[in-house]
Antibody
Framework: QVQLVQSGAEVKKPGASLKVSCKAS????????ITWVRQAPGHGLEWMGW????????SYAQKFQGRVSMTTDISTSTAYMELSSLTSDDTAVYYC????????WGQGTLVTVSS | DIQMTQSPSSLSASVGDRVTITCRAS??????LGWFQQKPGKAPKRLIY???SLQSGVPSRFSGSGSGTEFTLTISSLQPEDFATYFC?????????FGQGTKVEIK
């Protein structure tokens, strides 16, 4: 069955960088895009960007341009999302999801940014 | 960006009730809409895709309808495990955008 397993919770200091992984199984990784979204406490879901697992083509939300980077490693069926220059506003649960239609989701990674 | 207006933001219902949740898109998104269920501390789960197709494994009491700008999720007979937050997602136009969610609570 399709599974997306994300890396564990993290605590970061303001100004630091974050790298979350999303390991896929149960399907041909290169055949689908991976999307990243986040959900801040008490808020709705916010789309961060998208990467084509096969071609590596990316599209990022304007809000995160210049501070986010999404990559994939086809050899390990893993997608990565890096976010730099963290502030307390980046405290959220980060999710990866398969395909533009979000048919399968990772379990989420709680990131807390605090001094 | 396409705005997704979801209503109501919350509702109280009893087991066995019929529940309807609506999403309105700010422009035509054809059938490019999904409905999701999220329970506290858990990842969202897709229930409906392409506006009206039932995701495999999802109980048939869930149904979706609509096209263009008006969409509806219906739970025909609410079950105890259905108390959760529901939201819609449009993926017709980048960026994908979400409804604000409907929290379904026990009356």
């Amino acid at each position: 069955q399709v599974q997306l397993v994300q890396s564990g919770a993290e605590v970061k200091k303001p100004g630091a960088s974050l790298k979350v992984s999303c390991k896929a199984s149960g399907y041909t990784f290169a055949g689908y895009d991976i999307t990243w979204v986040r959900q801040a406490p008490g808020h709705g879901l916010e789309w961060m960007g998208w990467i084509s697992a096969h071609r590596g083509q990316t599209s990022y939300a304007q809000k995160f341009q210049g501070r986010v980077s999404m990559t994939t490693d086809i050899s390990t069926s893993t997608a990565y999302m890096e976010l730099s220059s963290l502030t307390s506003d980046d405290t959220a649960v980060y999710y990866c999801a398969r395909d533009v239609s979000f048919d399968y989701w990772g379990q989420g990674t709680l990131v807390t940014v605090s001094s | 960006d396409i705005q997704m207006t979801q209503s109501p933001s919350s509702l109280s219902a009893s087991v066995g009730d019929r529940v309807t949740i609506t999403c309105r898109a700010s422009q035509d998104i054809r059938h490019d809409l999904g409905w999701f269920q999220q329970k506290p501390g858990k990842a969202p789960k897709r229930l409906i895709y392409e506006a009206s197709s039932l995701q495999s494994g999802v109980p048939s009491r869930f149904s979706g309808s609509g096209s263009g700008t008006e969409f509806t999720l219906t739970i025909s007979s609410l079950q105890p495990e259905d108390f959760a937050t529901y939201f819609c997602l449009q993926h017709n136009t980048y960026p994908p955008t979400f409804g604000q969610g409907t929290k379904v609570e026990i009356k």
